[in-house]
């Protein structure tokens, strides 16, 4: 975050001031630049006392993320207040993310959205951005598809790298647009040459989609190594497949687990398999059940199928009937049909309260699942 407040501090010597105020405003960006953010917001302070507005909405930025200063919602809060009086299009971004948020204020996506708007008339690319995913969720506004198209393209045209990877997921989905997988690509490109993590990644999966395995690769790869989970789960992948390189089960597990540390469930279900056959790794059940279990948790059935398998054989865990029949029902509840013998085979081995309790366990995990997912 810190990095792309200074950036917006940077851009806001576009914005016209007297001649006065000028060179001290130069004085504070050039002080950004050098790292001495205590100088800049020295200076910006005085400005804004003043009632410069672009000092006034650069000291809002450093206030609320605490640059050169301790964070301080509510001066950023009354800093940004006083800039947008005066029209300040940064200004009023910064309220409508404090808005949005609960910042410093009490949450209102009403007023957030009304901000946003203001900003984003005078053209302020983050505000066209964050106007378009309000739109698009119905946050605060009339959920409205079309509207966030047309604010996320023109922020995308000002070169937003979120709005581009939005504008690749409407061309690449084809719900809203007319499918095209060259203009989802170009969007993309845009927006991963410019860092964005999701844009590599799916870049990456519509090359391998396209048989392009080595831009595939690049991608995947450009991704992975700044921590991007799904992509080292999609590297891990190609290796284990031999898309794009030679077939290495070995690198496939390396980037599996980095992959599967930070959560992804398809990563780790991968390396329970390799755990649970020795491929890649040494053969390790004790391993295989937790990376099963791991997964389990994240609402994957088929992880929860071989996690009650192993309870029900006490390979890699002890052996517990009630937690096979529990995962087992768990994952017949999420569309693993071969579950239902599990559950056979522990019931046979279960008194009938053991049983009840295994149901209604069972049935408020999932619950509980769905709810967490937001269902």
């Avoid at 301790?70 to 809060?77: I, M, R, S, T, V």
């Avoid at 808005?99 to 996506?109: K, M, T």
């Avoid at 506004?141 to 939005?166: D, H, K, T």
């Avoid at 599996?256 to 329970?272: M, T």
Wanted: glycine share 8%; aromatic share 12%; hydrophobic share 45%.
């Amino acid at each position: 975050m810190k990095h792309k407040l200074i950036a917006a501090l940077l851009l806001v010597s576009i914005f016209f001031s007297p001649f006065a105020y000028s060179t001290n405003l130069n004085k504070a960006l050039n002080a950004i630049e050098r790292g001495d953010y205590k100088e800049a917001f020295d200076t910006y302070k005085l400005l804004a006392e003043q009632g410069n507005a672009v000092a006034q909405s650069s000291l809002g930025l450093m206030l609320i993320d605490g640059i050169g200063v301790l964070q301080n919602d509510g001066e950023a809060l009354r800093w940004f207040r006083a800039a947008a009086e005066q029209g300040n299009a940064n200004a009023q971004f910064g309220l409508g993310f404090m808005y949005e948020n609960g910042r410093g204020v009490l949450q209102d996506s009403g007023e957030a959205v009304r901000r946003y708007l203001a900003a984003a008339q005078q053209g302020h690319a983050d505000a066209q951005h964050n106007l378009a995913s309000m739109f698009a969720s119905g946050k605060g506004v009339p959920q409205n598809i079309r509207a966030a198209l047309n604010w996320y393209l023109a922020a995308a045209e000002q070169g937003n790298a979120s709005a581009q990877f939005m504008m690749g997921e409407f061309y690449n989905s084809g719900n809203v647009l007319e499918q095209d997988k060259d203009e989802a690509i170009r969007w993309y490109t845009s927006a991963a040459l410019q860092g964005h993590l999701e844009a590599q990644h799916s870049l990456g999966n519509l090359y391998r989609s396209k048989f392009s395995f080595k831009d595939a690769m690049f991608w995947y790869r450009t991704a992975a190594v700044e921590g991007y989970a799904p992509a080292q789960s999609s590297l891990g992948l190609m290796h284990a497949l031999g898309f794009g390189v030679d077939t290495n089960l070995m690198e496939a597990a390396r980037w599996y687990n980095v992959a599967a540390e930070q959560g992804d469930v398809f990563a780790q279900y991968e390396l329970a398999k390799m755990y649970a056959t020795g491929s890649g790794v040494e053969l390790s059940l004790v391993e295989a059940a937790h990376w099963y279990r791991e997964a389990a948790l994240r609402g994957h059935a088929e992880a929860q199928y071989n996690l009650s398998k192993m309870y029900l054989n006490g390979e890699g865990v002890d052996l517990n009937y009630s937690q096979a029949h529990q995962w087992a029902i768990i994952a017949s509840l999420l569309g693993e049909q071969k579950a239902s013998e599990i559950r056979f085979w522990a019931e046979r081995a279960m008194t009938d309260p053991q049983i009840q309790e295994s149901h209604n366990l069972a049935k408020d995990w999932v619950e509980d699942w769905y709810k967490s997912m937001g269902l």
